[in-house]
C-alpha cells in the first residue's frame, strides 16, 4: 500500500480497489445494530417525541412529523429512560394516572422531570414507530428489588401484585420489554451512586438473577466502562465480569468523539479508536470467560455512540442561568458534514464487528445529540441522518470483510489511516451493497471493486453524500443543505465495477442480482 500523508500536496485523483467474495463474511448482522436512545432528557421527550397541544400531534401527543422520520430510520431497539437519568430514576413514578405522579429533581442533569411521559407512553410510542424498548433500570440510588418489581410490572401476565397493577393502569397485555441495562456507566464520578467494579459486578449480579427469574426470557447487559480512556478501563470489565459473567448476556460500551481541535484528517480518522475499542472489549470478555472456564461468549452492546461536542459550553450557559428548569435546549449540538462522514464510519466499523457487536444505539434520536431536530413548527434531518439511515436500510443481511487496497495518511493521532474505508452487506435476496467513507479532504479516489465472484451483480445506484463544505448544517430554514443524492456512475465490464468516489465522501454502492449490460 502507498503512504500517502502530505495533505498539502496538489489535488489528484487515487486508485483504490476493494474485492469482495460472498464467503468472505463476517457474521449475520443483528438488526438490533440500528437502535437508538431517547433519554429523559433536555427536549428529547418533551418537544421532541411528546407534545401535547402541538397540532402536529396525535390523540396521545405524540409528535406525528418526528414519528414519519423515525419510521423511515427503521430503529429495530429504543433505549429508554436513560443514560444518566435512570441512576436516579423511581420507575414507579412514572406509571399510573398522570395527575398523581410527582414532579422530581433530576440530578442527573440539574433539571426537573414531570413524569407526564412515563413507562406506559414511551412503550405505545415505540409500537407506533415500529420498535422494541429497550430499558434500563437504576442501579445507582436504587437496586434489585427496584429491578426485578419493573420486569414483573412490565412482562409477568397476571395475578401478582404489581403486573396486576399494570392491568389497571390501561394495559392488558404484557409491555413484553426483552432487552434491559442494568444501569447505566455506573463506573463514572458524574453517576449518582458510582460503584467500584466489584460493587457493581455484585449489583448487577444479583440484579440479573432475580429479573431472570422473573422472566427467564430476557437478556441483560452489564455496564462496561463508560470510555475507553477511562482509567480503569480494563480492570473495570475484568472484575465486573469476575462478579457476574454468567449472569449476563452482553457488555456495554459508550463512545462519543469530537473535533473540537478542528482537525478534520484526524476527526475522520477516529472511527479506528472505535475499533481498537471494541476489539479490546472483545478480549477482555474472553479473558473473563476463559479465567472461569466458561463455556458462554459475551457479545457487545455499543449503547452509547456518536459525535458529541458542538452543544458542551452552551449546555455549561443554559444549565447555569436555568437550574432545575424544564425541557431545555440540552446537548442540542448541530451536526455538519464531516461529523456525518464520521457517523458513516462509525457504521462501518459497527458492521466490521457484527460478530460479536449485536446490539447498538445512535445517542441519541430526536433534539439531544440526534439525527433528528424539531420546533414547535415541524422538525428535519440532520446531516448525521442519512449515513444512519442508509446503513439501516440497506446494511442488513451478511456482513462481508473486503479486502480493500487504499492509499494510507498519517495524522495527529493515527498512522496508516486508510484513505478509503469501507465494507460491505450482502442481502437476503442477493443484492450486495457497499459502504464507502473517502476521509480525504482533497483527494478523490478511482474505486475499482472487483465483484467477479459474485458472477451475476449488476449496478444499480451509487448514493452519495458530499459537500464542498465541511461544516455545512441543515437548519429549520434550510433543511436540505447537505442531503444525499443518486449517481449511476458506474463503469462495469466482467464483474469489475469502476466508481468515482468525491473527496470527503460518503457512499453507498448497490449492486443487484442480474447481468451487467457491458
Ligand atoms: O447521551 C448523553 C449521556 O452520555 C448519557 O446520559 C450518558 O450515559 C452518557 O454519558
Not at 433539571?111 to 407512553?121: R, S
Not at 465486573?240 to 476527526?267: G, I
Request: hydrophobic share 35%.
Amino acid at each position: 500500500m502507498k503512504k500517502d500523508s502530505s495533505f498539502s500536496e496538489k489535488k489528484e485523483l487515487k486508485k483504490a480497489t476493494l474485492i469482495l467474495d460472498k464467503d468472505f463474511s463476517i457474521a449475520r448482522v443483528d438488526e438490533r445494530l440500528y437502535g437508538s436512545f431517547i433519554e429523559q432528557l433536555g427536549r428529547a421527550v418533551y418537544g421532541g417525541i411528546y407534545d401535547p397541544g402541538n397540532p402536529r400531534s396525535d390523540e396521545n401527543g405524540f409528535r406525528q412529523d418526528v414519528i414519519e422520520l423515525v419510521k423511515k430510520l427503521n430503529v429495530p431497539i429504543v433505549r429508554y429512560p436513560g443514560g444518566n437519568f435512570v441512576s436516579g430514576f423511581n420507575w414507579e413514578d412514572s406509571i399510573g394516572p398522570r395527575e398523581h405522579r410527582p414532579t422530581r429533581l433530576d440530578l442527573a442533569w440539574s433539571t426537573t422531570e414531570t413524569n407526564q411521559f412515563g413507562l406506559h407512553e414511551f412503550c405505545a410510542w415505540s409500537e407506533k414507530v415500529g420498535s422494541k424498548v429497550m430499558y434500563a433500570v437504576n442501579l445507582g440510588t436504587r437496586g434489585m428489588e427496584a429491578a426485578r418489581n419493573v420486569v414483573e410490572y412490565a412482562n409477568h401476565s397476571g395475578g401478582s401484585y404489581w403486573s396486576d397493577l399494570r392491568r389497571k393502569n390501561g394495559s392488558e397485555k404484557p409491555l413484553g420489554i426483552k432487552l434491559w441495562c442494568l444501569g447505566n456507566e455506573m463506573d463514572g464520578p458524574w453517576q449518582i451512586g458510582q460503584k467500584t467494579a466489584y460493587e457493581y459486578g455484585r449489583c448487577a449480579n444479583e440484579a440479573a438473577k432475580a429479573m431472570k427469574w422473573v422472566d427467564p426470557s430476557i437478556e441483560v447487559v452489564s455496564c462496561g466502562s463508560s470510555a475507553y480512556d477511562m482509567p480503569s478501563f480494563g480492570a473495570w470489565e475484568l472484575e465486573m465480569l469476575d462478579q457476574c459473567y454468567e449472569n449476563v448476556d452482553y457488555v456495554s460500551l459508550h463512545r462519543y468523539y469530537s473535533n473540537a481541535a478542528n482537525d478534520t484528517q484526524n476527526f475522520l480518522a477516529k472511527n479506528m479508536d472505535m475499533e481498537a475499542f471494541i476489539k479490546t472489549v472483545v478480549s477482555l470478555c474472553d479473558a473473563a470467560g476463559g479465567k472461569k472456564h466458561s463455556k458462554k461468549k459475551l457479545n457487545l452492546s455499543f449503547d452509547e455512540w456518536n459525535v458529541w461536542y458542538h452543544s458542551q459550553e452552551q449546555d455549561k450557559q443554559i444549565i447555569k442561568q436555568n437550574r432545575w428548569g424544564q425541557s431545555l435546549h440540552l446537548l442540542e449540538d448541530v451536526y455538519n458534514f464531516e461529523d456525518a462522514l464520521l457517523v458513516g464510519g462509525m457504521l462501518i466499523t459497527l458492521l466490521r464487528n457484527s460478530d460479536r457487536v449485536k446490539i447498538a444505539c445512535l445517542a441519541q434520536l430526536v433534539n439531544v445529540i440526534a439525527p433528528i431536530m424539531t420546533s414547535g413548527n415541524g422538525c428535519w434531518a440532520q446531516t448525521i441522518y442519512w449515513p444512519f439511515l442508509h446503513a439501516s436500510q440497506y446494511g442488513r443481511g451478511m456482513a462481508l470483510r473486503p479486502v480493500i487496497n487504499s492509499p494510507l495518511y498519517n495524522c495527529t493521532d493515527f498512522e496508516d489511516v486508510p484513505m478509503l474505508d469501507a465494507t460491505a452487506v450482502l442481502g437476503d435476496e442477493g443484492s450486495l451493497t457497499v459502504f464507502a467513507v473517502n476521509r480525504s479532504i482533497q483527494n478523490d479516489i478511482e474505486l475499482t471493486c472487483d465483484l467477479r465472484a459474485f458472477q451475476s451483480l449488476k449496478f444499480k445506484e451509487h448514493i452519495l453524500l458530499h459537500h464542498d463544505d465541511a461544516k455545512a448544517i441543515n437548519t429549520e430554514e434550510a433543511p436540505n443543505t447537505v442531503v444525499p443524492v443518486v449517481r449511476q456512475d458506474c463503469e462495469s465490464q466482467d464483474g469489475y465495477f469502476k466508481v468515482h468516489i468525491p473527496a470527503l465522501s460518503w457512499n453507498v454502492l448497490k449492486f443487484s442480482v442480474g447481468r451487467s449490460q457491458t
